[in-house]
């Protein structure tokens, strides 16, 4: 069982940066991978990005190549979100959420968090 917390959204000018963060609680936290996901209003949730248990192996969505990179600090339990160059387009909740396989894929995930808001002005 894993407890996930996302923070660091807010709002920002098109072509500012934020850096989101997730902490978990537990001590398994390193055994989990981890991803993170966006739902824009009126529209499904869809995967932004994944990263296995160690960090090495990463998956992006093509909206987000270049832009965003996830990342993790398996000693403070905390995956992160660094999104440079936002675009209006990028306004979502945007949540994290860990499984057992590095995959875009969100039923694969068991642990989800409560989500933070990004909203991008033009």
């Known amino acids: 069982q894993v407890e996930l917390v996302e923070s660091g959204g807010g709002l920002v000018q098109a072509g500012g940066s934020l850096r989101l963060s997730c902490a978990a609680s537990?001590?398994?936290?390193?055994?989990?991978?981890m991803g993170w996901f966006r739902q824009a209003p009126g529209k499904e949730r869809v995967s932004v990005a994944a990263l296995s248990r160690t960090g090495s192996s990463t998956i992006y969505a093509d909206s987000v190549k270049g832009r965003f990179t996830i990342s993790r600090d398996n000693a403070k339990n905390t995956v992160y979100l660094q999104m440079n160059n936002l675009k209006p387009e990028d306004t979502a909740v945007y949540y994290c959420?860990?499984?057992?396989?590095?995959?875009?894929?969100?039923?694969?995930?068991?642990?989800w968090g409560q989500g933070t808001q990004v909203t991008v002005s033009s």
């Open positions: 537990g001590r398994t936290f390193s055994s989990y991978c």
């Open positions: 959420a860990a499984g057992a396989i590095t995959t875009m894929t969100s039923s694969y995930y068991a642990y």
